[in-house]
């Protein structure tokens, strides 16, 4: 399969060639353990410019799921096993401090759920966003999980009011049936130690 070729299921997932409480114990060890850097996913591999177009073209498509609020299909990108993690600052360690948002799936799923459900009020009027993504580089492998790095620009319209978001993000993608699934997704914002105000939305 060439970056050309990549293809897209009905799930919203990227095809790829050959290949509780949300802020419980096990999902803060793990965050824990991830914020300890990314060589524990494994010795970066060489570029291989095939599957970092195949991953950058799955964060595409996270992206567009988000800023089209198709909710349903976004989490349906995200493994059972998933961790969803937002640290609060830059040294933010999520078994002493509070975090920003740190969710397993089942809490992902309850988020959706509000989102759909017209009663999120902090989210009444919705907003609008638009995900801009670049620096795109496969930093880690390990047991066919890629750790994938990337830089995101988060523009959010609420109330006549626009705010910036800007992120160093990590994905761990693990390959399912021929597709990615989002293991764990870790995005650093780069003002995340200061107020933030209605931080409310799916980053």
């Known amino acids: 399969m060439s970056a050309g070729e990549t293809a897209v299921s009905a799930a919203g997932q990227v095809a790829v060639d050959g290949g509780a409480a949300g802020a419980g114990a096990k999902e803060a060890n793990a965050a824990g353990a991830a914020a300890a850097g990314v060589a524990a996913a494994g010795a970066a591999p060489t570029f291989d410019a095939v599957r970092t177009a195949e991953a950058a073209a799955f964060l595409y498509l996270e992206a567009e799921l988000l800023d089209d609020r198709r909710f349903d299909e976004w989490l349906g990108l995200y493994s059972q096993d998933a961790v969803y993690w937002i640290p609060q600052g830059p040294d933010a360690d999520p078994r002493r401090q509070v975090q920003l948002m740190l969710d397993d799936r089942r809490r992902l799923a309850e988020r959706v759920l509000r989102l759909r459900s017209g009663h999120a009020y902090s989210q009444d009027p919705p907003s609008r966003t638009a995900h801009l993504i670049g620096n795109v ?50 995005a650093r914002l780069v003002n995340g130690d200061v107020p933030l105000g209605n931080v409310t939305f799916l980053i």
């Open 137 to 186: 580089r496969i930093v880690g492998e390990a047991d066919g999980v890629l750790t994938v790095a990337s830089v995101q620009l988060i523009t959010e319209m609420r109330k006549g009011r626009q705010a910036q978001y800007t992120a160093r993000v990590l994905h761990e993608l693990a390959p399912v049936e021929g597709r990615f699934s989002i293991r764990r997704k870790e």
